[in-house]
Structures are given as C-alpha cells and as structure tokens.
C-alpha cells in the first residue's frame, strides 16, 4: 500500500481530523475537501507515517534551527518519519540554511528535500547523514493548467502526447547525476495532461496533493505592496511575512472545452488547485504501485 506523509504548517499536529480543517481561505478548503474525500475513498483508515516540515519556495521563510528539531521532535514522538523541505537558495543565503541542517544532522539521518543544486553540494560536503530528496521545482515538467490540459486529448500525436507529458524524472542523464550524488528519491506533482505519477528503478516517488506549483521566482507581490513603486519589482531583501495575511485569486481562462482554473499567488509562487480528475488519477496510479508515498498537504505550502 502506498505510504501516506503530511505537509503540516504547525508541528504540535501530526495527525489532524481531516486537512480541510487547516484552510485559512475558502479557496484552500474546497480543494482539500476535495482530498479528505479522495482519502477516504481510496484509503479508508489509513495514518500517516511521515511528517514533512519546512517551505519549498521561499529563503525568507526558512525556520530556524530549533523549530526544525522541535518539529521533528514532535513527529518522531508520534512514531512519524521526518522529512524537512528546503526551498531554492541563492548564492549569499546558504548561511542561513546551514545551521538548520547542522541541528538536524545532530539528531541522526532523515530526507531533506532540495530545490536547488547548491544546496544538494553541501548536503553531499557537509552532511552525508543526511538523505537528499530531488525536489519538485527540479523535476521539471509543462505545468500551466490554463493550456496543459488540452495536451490530455488525442489531439497531438502519440509520441507528441508523450514528450508533452514527460518529467525531468524521465531523464536517463538526470538519474544518473542523482545516482552519483546521492539522491535516492525523486518529488513530484501529477502533471494536468497526464504525468509525473511513475517512480523510475531506484528512485521511488513521491507524489504532493492537492496544490500543484505553477512557478516561483525572487518577486514577491505581498511583499512589495509596501516599498515604493520604483522598488517593487525587484528581489525581496526584507520579508515581512505578508504572504501569511495575503493571498491574490485569479480566474484563469483555460483551453477551449475546459473550465476555468484559480490560480492562487501566494508570495512569490503560483499554485493550483489539483482538480478532481487529477487528483483521482493519481490515487489509482497509487493504488498499482507506480509510486509509494503521496505527501497531503495541509493548504497552499507557503508557510512560515
């Protein structure tokens, strides 16, 4: 059976009632209503047994070393396995992240997810206890819902369908470079037109429900709506965490046939909500065998 793991904002709760119950904004609680119920359709009964903790998008939002441990602390009390997600660093930045994976090294081996090649170097240097985890801004694949799903249809031909589908997990190249340093797992969204659901010989997968990730970049809306005009589109350099308070909605027009999508800005990445035909699909890719860890999360993942 698959393995099920939670993204959760807050480390004193493992094992909530149901995701639903941790949305801040009604556009995050119609999708994971949408989950809970997928949840108890496929996996009635069924416990976590892992605990993600961290941001995957956002240096500014990084935890510090003691909320880290305290998290993991949390998870292991409650019999979970830990898993701490770092986001993209930028040259000047690994200061600041290194000292958490220090205390985490402390406490013995777990996954840290990585996002970007930096970060998996002085994993490799620094911390060799530690588990890297290719993650899902690096498993590269077609992700704007307004146009993909149109690639689903028998309209490309076949071997078109199948490039329009492909990951960055399908790369034999990319697999190799994993394999010499290290990595032993492979993150990943289920692609709109069909994807990113099949784990490759010696990296099993793990698949994130319910929000998929658009992009993500180094311009944060929330956080510019204080500087002055001038300074607004450029890279953040004070945070004052309006991405906690602030989320922007916007009604997507999509493919012709298809239904409009939200799409959710929250800081400085655009999320999605997984609609019920995605999330069904990977369900059952899950249930035969074609990868072995679905992560829920508890809300759009931009935490602090």
């Known amino acids: 059976m698959v393995a099920l793991a939670l993204y959760l904002p807050r480390p004193e709760k493992v094992e909530p009632r149901s995701l639903a119950s941790f949305a801040r904004h009604e556009s995050e609680r119609r999708a994971l209503e949408r989950l809970d119920a997928m949840v108890a359709e496929f996996l009635p009964g069924a416990k976590a047994g ?73 994993l490799r240097r620094e911390f060799p206890s530690l588990l890297p985890v290719l993650g899902r801004l690096l498993n590269k694949g077609l992700r704007d819902p307004r146009v993909t799903p149109r690639y689903a249809e028998a309209v490309p031909p076949g071997e078109a369908r199948a490039a329009l589908r492909a990951d960055a997990a399908g790369s034999t190249p990319l697999l190799a470079l994993l394999q010499a340093n290290g990595v032993g797992r492979i993150e990943s969204d289920p692609l709109p ?92 890719a899950a249930a035969s065998g074609e990868f072995d860890r679905l992560v829920l999360q508890a809300g759009l993942p931009q935490w602090a």
């Open 193 to 284: 037109q069909g994807g990113g659901l099949r784990g490759r010989p010696g990296f099993p997968l793990s698949v994130t429900l319910p929000f998929g990730v658009v992009t993500t970049g180094r311009i944060c809306l929330a956080a510019a709506l204080r500087d002055d005009r001038k300074d607004r589109f450029e890279p953040v350099s004070r945070c004052g965490r309006e991405c906690q308070s602030h989320l922007t909605v916007f009604e997507a027009p999509a493919a012709a046939g298809f239904a409009p999508i939200p799409l959710f800005e929250k800081g400085n990445t655009y999320f999605f909500p997984q609609p019920e035909g995605t999330l069904r699909a990977a369900f059952e």
């Open 50 to 122: 892992r605990f993600y903790f961290g941001n995957e998008f956002c240096a500014h939002l990084l935890p510090t070393p003691e909320q880290a441990v305290a998290a993991r602390v949390v998870a292991e009390e409650a019999g979970c396995a830990f898993t701490f997600c770092a986001p993209p660093m930028a040259e000047g930045e690994f200061g600041r992240l290194a000292p958490i994976l220090r205390a985490l090294a402390g406490g013995g081996a777990c996954e840290v997810v990585f996002q970007d090649w930096g970060t998996l170097r002085l």
